[in-house]
T-cell receptor, first 112, second 114 residues
Framework: LAKTTQPISMDSYEGQEVNITCSHN???????ITWYQQFPSQGPRFIIQ???TKVTNEVASLFIPADRKSSTLSLPRVSLSDTAVYYC?????????????FGTGTQLKVEL | DGGITQSPKYLFRKEGQNVTLSCEQN?????MYWYRQDPGQGLRLIYY???????QKGDIAEGYSVSREKKESFPLTVTSAQKNPTAFYLC?????????????FGPGTRLTVL
């Protein structure tokens, strides 16, 4: 399974846009890219998922270049409540249920 | 109210005792997973199951065992062979037809071995 690499931590201020990049040089053709958010002592929760180009939902955008060797999660106008760990995860379609592994994640700290 | 439940939220056990962590889902998902998380670290996969009566080892299966007798249940047993069992344990599930394998996570069980 392809490995993902993210920055260990990032700092930002309220109201700023935050971009977190995940490297996945060995991404497979059928891999999807999914981002999760985790607060302390809670399970991760889904933020956004994409395969190529750009995906946007009500909370974030996901940018995926043509070669798909990286992806960038963009959080517009962050607030203190966005302080959390963000994980990038790859997964291929095998009919569901496969060895889904997570990287070490990026700790985002948002300050006033 | 659909989702994944894990119980208990906190669990204390003496060293050398086996302990079983519960995970139940009512999302009708075929696939279920167990992860372990240590302080300041990411999630490491222990076991996963694609269908009932079938499961595979993840990256750190030693000292753990699972069963999948029912679609909605995937209990994890932490045995006395697990050298460092104190950790935060997370259960997840995903739908078999989801191409991106979106996982839904439970609230976790924090196990402390004294």
């Amino acid at each position: 399974l392809a490995k993902t690499t993210q920055p260990i931590s990032m700092d930002s201020y309220e109201g700023q846009e935050v971009n977190i990049t995940c490297s996945h040089n060995n991404i497979a053709t059928n891999d999807y890219i999914t981002w999760y958010q985790q607060f302390p002592s809670q399970g991760p929760r889904f933020i956004i998922q994409g395969y190529k180009t750009k995906v946007t939902n009500e909370v974030a955008s996901l940018f995926i270049p043509a070669d798909r060797k990286s992806s960038t999660l963009s959080l517009p106008r962050v607030s203190l409540s966005d302080t959390a760990v963000y994980y990038c995860r790859l997964s291929g379609y095998t009919g569901g249920g496969n060895k889904l592994t997570f990287g070490t994640g990026t700790q985002l700290k948002v300050e006033l | 109210d659909g989702g994944i439940t894990q119980s208990p939220k906190y669990l204390f056990r003496k060293e050398g005792q086996n302990v079983t962590l519960s995970c139940e889902q009512n999302l009708n998902h075929d696939a279920m997973y167990w992860y372990r998380q240590d302080p300041g670290q990411g999630l490491r996969l222990i076991y996963y199951s694609q269908i009932v009566n079938d499961f595979q080892k993840g990256d750190i299966a030693e000292g753990y065992s699972v069963s999948r007798e029912k679609k909605e249940s995937f209990p994890l047993t932490v045995t006395s062979a697990q050298k460092n069992p104190t950790a935060f344990y997370l259960c997840a599930s995903s739908a078999s037809r989801d191409r991106g394998n979106e996982q839904f996570f439970g609230p976790g069980t924090r196990l402390t071995v004294l």
